[in-house]
C-alpha cells in the first residue's frame, strides 16, 4: 500500500472549474485499450491460448531432471500425439540443478517437437513429510534465477511452481505458502500461466486446495493460475473423481489433473473414470509418466527403457484407449499458425505380416506421406464395424503380441502429423495364428461365479503345470465380446479394448511348482457373455480347461 498526502480542501470559487476539467478529462483522455495477453491465460475458468482458444492438455510427465541424456523422448512423446509435456526438474536442493541453459534447451526441444512445456520443481515434493524437501519460496526463488530462459516464452511453457508442495503434516499451511510463492513470482516480472499442485501429496484428501482454491485465485494480480490435481489411491471411485472436478467447474476455477496412474501402492485409482470425466468436461490431463519409474512403482512406466516401440499396458491404454491421447488430443494453436494445418497425411501402405506366431506377428507398411511430416502410425484390429486400437509406432513396422492363438486377427494403419492430423486408414491385412504348439507350464481355469444384469463376477485359477517356481508373472487374454473388467483381486488388471493384461500383486507373484494361485474380479458384460479361449502367461500359451 502507498501512503497518499492529505488533499487541500478546495476553495468554492475553484470547483466549478476542477470539476469541468476532470470531466474533460474523461472525454479527451479515455484510457488506453487493454494490451492483447502474452501466450496463455485464465478466463471463466477457462485455459485459454493467447488467440482466445481453449487449450486442453492431453501429455504425460517425463523425468528430465534424473535422465537428462533421454531429452530425445519428447519428440517420441509428440509422436504418439500428445500436445503438453510436464518435464520435472530440479532447484539443486535434492536433486541436481538444472541451470538456466539446460532449461533453455528443454524449452527449445519442446517448441521444436510443438509441445506445450508445463516445466516443474520435484524438490517440494512431500514437503514437511520429507526428509530433504524445500519449501514453495525456495521453488520460486529457482525459477526467478532461470527467468532468462523462460521470459518471452508466455506462449509455450506453463510454470508449475513446485511438485507436491506438502504431505500430510502442517499442510493447512499451503494456502498461505501458495499465495505468498505466486506474488514472488509476479514482483519478479512472471507473465506466464502458473500452476500449482496441491498438499496432502498432491491428492488434497484434506480438500484444503479445494476449499482455499477460490481465494488462492483471487491473490493472484495477473488471475492466471491453474490449478493441479494428482490422482492415486485417493481417487479410486468415479464418484471421488467426479465430484472433485466438478466442484472446480461449477466455481469457474481452472483445474487439471497434472499426475494420475493405473494403479498406485496406496490404491487402484479409476483411470478410466479420469479419462472420461476430463474429456467430458474438457479439462486437461497428464499422466505419469513416459518411463525410467524405479522404488517399486515401474509398472508406471508408459514405455520400456525409453524405447517408444515398446509401449507398456499402461501406456496403450493411456496413449491408445478409449478419451486417450490419441483421441483427444489437439495441437497448440500457436504451432498451427492462423487456420492451423487441416492437411492429413496420405494413408499408408497396405501391411504385410512376417513372423505369425501362436500370439505375435510383425506388420510392416509403405510410409505415409505429409507436407509437414509423418509423427507416428496407429495400428488397429477390426472386427466388422468396430476399431480396436492396438498400439503405435514411430517407424513404419510394429512387433503385435498377446494375440489368440488359432485366430484370424485383421489389422490396419492409420498415419499422424505433427498438429494431429488423422490420414484415411491403409488397406487392411488378416493374420492368422497357429494353434500354438505345446503349451507353457501353465494352465487356466476360468468360469463365472455370479452374474446380474449387465455384470458379472469371475474366477481365474492359473496353475503351474512345471517342474520350477514361477517368480513373477503376467496373465493376457482378449474378451471375446464387450466385456470389461471393474475392479480385480489378486493381481493389478489393465484394459486396453479386448485385450486384458493382469501383473502378480506380490502375494500371488510365486507360484510354486505344482501350485496355483486364485484371481478374483467383477466385470461389465454383454447378453450373452462368452468366455475367452485363450490364455498367455509371459508371453507363452497356457492350457485352457
Known amino acids: 500500500m502507498r501512503l497518499r498526502p492529505t488533499p487541500t480542501p478546495p476553495r468554492p470559487a475553484t470547483v466549478a472549474a476542477t470539476l469541468l476539467a476532470l470531466l474533460l478529462s474523461f472525454l479527451v483522455l479515455a484510457p488506453p ?159 506466464h500461466t502458473i500452476m500449482v499442485d496441491a498438499p496432502n501429496w498432491g491428492q488434497d484428501w484434506a480438500f484444503t486446495m479445494r476449499d482455499n482454491a477460490a481465494s488462492v485465485f483471487a491473490a493472484d494480480p495477473d488471475a492466471n493460475t491453474v490449478f493441479s490435481i494428482h490422482m492415486y489411491g485417493v481417487f479410486d471411485t468415479a464418484a471421488e473423481i467426479t465430484d472433485y472436478l466438478n466442484r472446480f467447474v461449477t466455481a469457474k476455477l481452472p483445474v487439471v489433473v497434472g499426475e494420475f496412474g493405473h494403479d498406485h501402492s496406496d490404491g487402484n485409482p479409476d483411470e478410466d473414470t479420469i479419462l472420461a470425466v476430463t474429456q467430458q468436461l474438457r479439462l486437461g490431463y497428464l499422466g505419469w509418466s513416459w518411463s525410467g519409474n524405479g522404488g517399486g512403482v515401474e509398472y508406471l512406466d508408459m514405455v520400456t527403457n525409453f524405447d517408444p516401440n515398446q509401449l507398456t499396458s499402461w501406456g496403450r491404454r493411456l496413449f491408445d484407449g478409449a478419451n486417450g491421447i490419441a483421441a483427444t488430443a489437439k495441437e497448440a494453436a500457436i504451432y498451427s499458425g492462423s487456420g492451423g494445418d487441416t492437411t492429413p497425411p496420405t494413408a499408408p501402405g497396405t501391411p504385410t505380416a512376417s513372423g505369425v506366431t501362436s500370439s505375435s506377428a510383425t506388420l510392416t507398411w509403405a510410409a505415409a506421406s505429409d507436407a509437414t511430416g509423418v509423427t507416428g502410425y496407429d495400428v488397429v484390429r477390426i472386427s466388422g464395424a468396430t476399431e480396436t486400437a492396438v498400439t503405435s509406432s514411430t517407424r513404419t513396422t510394429a512387433t503385435l503380441t498377446g494375440l489368440s492363438p488359432a485366430t484370424s486377427h485383421t489389422f490396419a494403419v492409420y498415419a499422424r502429423d505433427a498438429a494431429g492430423n488423422r490420414s484415411p486408414r491403409s488397406g487392411t491385412v488378416t493374420v492368422t495364428t497357429s494353434p500354438g504348439g505345446s503349451p507353457s507350464a501353465c494352465g487356466v481355469g476360468y468360469r463365472v461365479t455370479g452374474s446380474w444384469p449387465g455384470g458379472f463376477q469371475g474366477e481365474i485359477v492359473l496353475r503351474n503345470t512345471g517342474t520350477s517356481a514361477i517368480n513373477g508373472w503376467t496373465l493376457r487374454w482378449t474378451f471375446p465380446d464387450s466385456q470389461r473388467i471393474s475392479n480385480l483381486w489378486g493381481g493389478t488388471a489393465t484394459q486396453s479394448g479386448s485385450e486384458v493384461s493382469v501383473a502378480a500383486a506380490s502375494y500371488t507373484a510365486t507360484i510354486p511348482a505344482s501350485g496355483s494361485v486364485t484371481l478374483g474380479f467383477t466385470a461389465t458384460r454383454p447378453a450373452a457373455n462368452p468366455s475367452p479361449t485363450a490364455f498367455t502367461l509371459n508371453g507363452s500359451d497356457c492350457s485352457v480347461s
Request: aromatic fraction near 8%; glycine fraction near 8%; proline fraction near 1%.
Open 33 to 191: 485499450a487493454q494490451a492483447a495477453p502474452t501466450g496463455f491465460r485464465v478466463q471463466n475458468g477457462r485455459l485459454l491460448e493467447a488467440n482466445g482458444n481453449d487449450f486442453v492438455m492431453r501429455g504425460v510427465n517425463h523425468a528430465h531432471t534424473w535422465y537428462t541424456d533421454r531429452i530425445s523422448s519428447l519428440a517420441h512423446i509428440k509422436a504418439k500425439g500428445a500436445n503438453t509435456v510436464r518435464v520435472v526438474l530440479s532447484s539443486g536442493d535434492r536433486w541436481t540443478r538444472n541451470d538456466a541453459a539446460d532449461v533453455t534447451n528443454v524449452v527449445s526441444q519442446c517448441k521444436q517437437n510443438r509441445l506445450i512445456c508445463v516445466l516443474e520443481v520435484h524438490d517440494t515434493t512431500g514437503y514437511g513429510e520429507q526428509s530433504g524437501a524445500t519449501t514453495l519460496a525456495r521453488a520460486a526463488d529457482y525459477w526467478i534465477s532461470v527467468r532468462s530462459a523462460l521470459a518471452g516464452q508466455e506462449d509455450y511453457v506453463i510454470v508449475n511452481i513446485g511438485n507436491e508442495p506438502y504431505g500430510n503434516t502442517n499442510y493447512t499451511a499451503w494456502t498461505a505458502d501458495t499465495k505468498a510463492a505466486i506474488q514472488k513470482l509476479r514482483d519478479a516480472g512472471f507473465d
